[in-house]
């Protein structure tokens, strides 16, 4: 153990920089300095009387323009007066208004039924005030019919044939 300390000790030594290398280096630096010679300084020439003579005032001249190297843009020109155009509204002549649409159809679908013997399916709905069940083709409540039945919908609409709408299946 040691002799371990001792090596590291001697290896250290031997690449620690010395203060003779130092030494030496600034010496090499200071006669590179010597050999360059002495460099003179010399102030530049300042006219001083110049600085208290009196210097030319500036004109007041509203019409100065800093930006001499640019022309005067023309005057501008004169301003005619033409009489306004004013467009005539269009009057499109407005149809007598139709009649109101047709509320949509009050009703739930809320069940099928399909009889396996006919092949038919038998649509359930209700409006909230009674429950009411019927084929394609059926007249529910005396104002709708059912047009057609699918299997998560059904299409309604009113005697006359307007007012067509596709119920979902909404379940209770």
Do not use: C, N
């Amino acid at each position: 153990m040691a002799l371990l300390v001792v090596a590291a000790g001697a290896g250290a030594y031997q690449f620690w920089p010395s203060t003779q290398a130092a030494t030496a280096r600034a010496a090499v630096r200071a006669a590179a300095r010597q050999t360059q010679g002495p460099t003179s300084v010399t102030a530049p020439d300042v006219h001083l009387s110049a600085l208290r003579e009196d210097r030319p005032q500036p004109v007041e001249d509203p019409s100065r323009d800093l930006f001499r190297f640019k022309p005067k843009p023309p005057p501008p020109r004169p301003v005619v007066q033409r009489p306004a155009f004013v467009p005539q509204p269009v009057v499109i002549p407005s149809a007598p208004p139709g009649p109101p649409p047709l509320p949509p159809i009050a009703m739930r679908f809320i069940g099928l039924v399909e009889e396996q013997d006919r092949a038919q399916k038998i649509a359930i709905l209700t409006d909230g005030r009674g429950i009411y069940q019927g084929r394609e083709g059926d007249i529910i409540e005396g104002r709708y019919r059912i047009v057609r039945i699918g299997v998560e919908s059904v299409e309604m609409a009113y005697l006359d044939g307007r007012g067509r709408q596709t119920i979902r299946l909404s379940g209770s």
